[in-house]
């Protein structure tokens, strides 16, 4: 055990919080406790989403139920565990919280809690109705405005217990640090050291990226992030050239933002293709790049041009944070034009902006750029 585990344990706080970095041992420290209840006791572990609760709640809590030998049974229909000593664990997810009324429980684990609405709090502890009426969360923290923060710092019966990410000697050695080379400092504290911070609203600064008139010969990537539709209040389709130079400086140029009818989008992504021959060109696999790819691979003009797919997994602010962490060490240099203060203000109001399109085209192209532009041809 890592030292926060141990005085999460030995907590008498009626409710508590083990609040951690990435990998600083939270779902094991709220499975442990959950093993560490009487003979007789029933309660419920509840995570965010069905995904969530098979992938990482359920999946950590059965292997070290059978580590300790100590899991009798285990009904994968009604996600129910029986324990040694007549002790009974239901699994479910937050995300229809009524859904979570109903029985009457011992104790109670909400595993990511910040991810939960606070209804699935409020409705939890009306279900603690019999021994040892106690409830225990652990979650990565969301700032000091998200709900867990405000109710656990609101009297005595509430304890926090914080663990950062350094504090677990079980991880690989080099773990933190490749963390810290891809977060930026407000993430660096939220997601490694469990602070509760109030992030300055924006993932980016202006002040962050400078501005040449250089442009450096390197492998240039373009990702179309395009839009489906062209209401007023529509996304644009967006795009960006970007490549990276020997010493891991990462150039932007020539951005593109535009809300048109698909038959002019295509017309504009046939010129810019064109001008830019030894440019690769990268289209995601939604619904309507699908379409465009079919259409783009039938025009014989670009033929030529190295024209790839590829799968989008990530949420946008994961795959901003790869270029985000660079941006704040003053690794991101755009290429003058007049398309620059309209992507500094769109990437300065990100994620909390109306559009994020032009962040999503740079967020494409960064990953291709260790492919050297290259990834699944269409097929």
Same mark, same amino acid.
């Given at each position: 055990m ?15 919080? !083990?609040?951690? *970095?990435?990998?600083?041992? #939270?779902? &094991?420290?709220?499975? @442990?406790?959950? =093993?560490?209840? +009487? ?51 239901? !699994?479910?997810? *937050?995300?229809?919280?009524? #859904?979570? &009324?109903?029985?009457? @429980?011992?104790? =109670?684990?909400? +595993? ?20 040892p009426?106690k ?53 660096q ?40 539709s ?26 593109i ?31 309507h ?13 670009i ?19 790869a270029?985000?962490?660079r ?6 240099h ?36 260790g ?9």
């Amino acid at each position: 055990m890592t030292e926060p585990q141990r005085r999460f344990w030995m907590s008498n706080a009626k409710f508590r919080l !083990f609040v951690g *970095g990435v990998g600083s041992g #939270k779902t &094991r420290a709220g499975t @442990i406790e959950a =093993f560490r209840q +009487d003979a007789g006791t029933s309660g419920m572990i509840v995570a965010p989403t069905y995904t969530m609760l098979e992938d990482t709640t359920l999946k950590t809590f059965l292997e070290l139920a059978e580590e300790a030998r100590i899991l009798k049974n285990y009904e994968k229909k009604l996600r129910i565990a029986t324990l040694l000593g007549d002790r009974t664990v239901m !699994f479910r997810s *937050g995300e229809d919280p009524d #859904k979570l &009324r109903g029985p009457n @429980i011992g104790w =109670f684990m909400l +595993d990511e809690a910040a991810m939960l609405p606070e209804l699935v709090w409020r409705i939890m502890i009306g279900r603690i109705r019999e021994r040892p009426s106690k409830g225990w969360a652990v979650t990565t923290p969301k700032g000091k405005s998200n709900w867990v923060y405000k109710r656990f710092t609101s009297g005595s019966k509430y304890e926090i217990i914080k663990s950062s990410s350094r504090e677990n000697p079980f991880l690989p050695d080099d773990f933190v640090e490749t963390l810290m080379e891809s977060y930026t400092s407000d993430w660096q504290a939220q997601e490694i050291d469990g602070e509760f911070i109030d992030p300055s609203g924006s993932m980016f600064k202006r002040d962050w990226f400078t501005t040449t008139r250089y442009v450096p010969e390197v492998n240039w990537i373009r990702y179309w992030d395009l839009a489906a539709s062209v209401r007023s209040n529509a996304d644009y389709t967006a795009s960006v050239a970007v490549g990276m130079d020997v010493n891991g400086n990462i150039y932007l140029r020539d951005g593109i933002h535009v809300r048109a009818e698909w038959p002019d989008v295509q017309k504009l992504m046939i010129r810019t293709m064109l001008s830019e021959p030894f440019t690769s060109h990268y289209i995601e696999k939604a619904i309507h790049g699908i379409a465009a790819m079919q259409e783009l691979m039938r025009i014989p003009e670009i033929t030529h041009i190295p024209i790839y797919s590829m799968d989008v997994k990530n949420d946008k602010i994961q795959r901003a944070m790869a270029w985000a962490s660079r941006a704040e060490s003053g690794k991101i240099h755009i290429v003058d034009g007049p398309w620059v203060e309209e992507f500094l203000d769109e990437v300065c109001s990100f994620p909390t902006g109306k559009h994020d399109d032009y962040v999503d085209s740079v967020s494409g192209a960064i990953p291709m750029i260790g492919f050297g532009g290259k990834l699944l041809l269409w097929e």
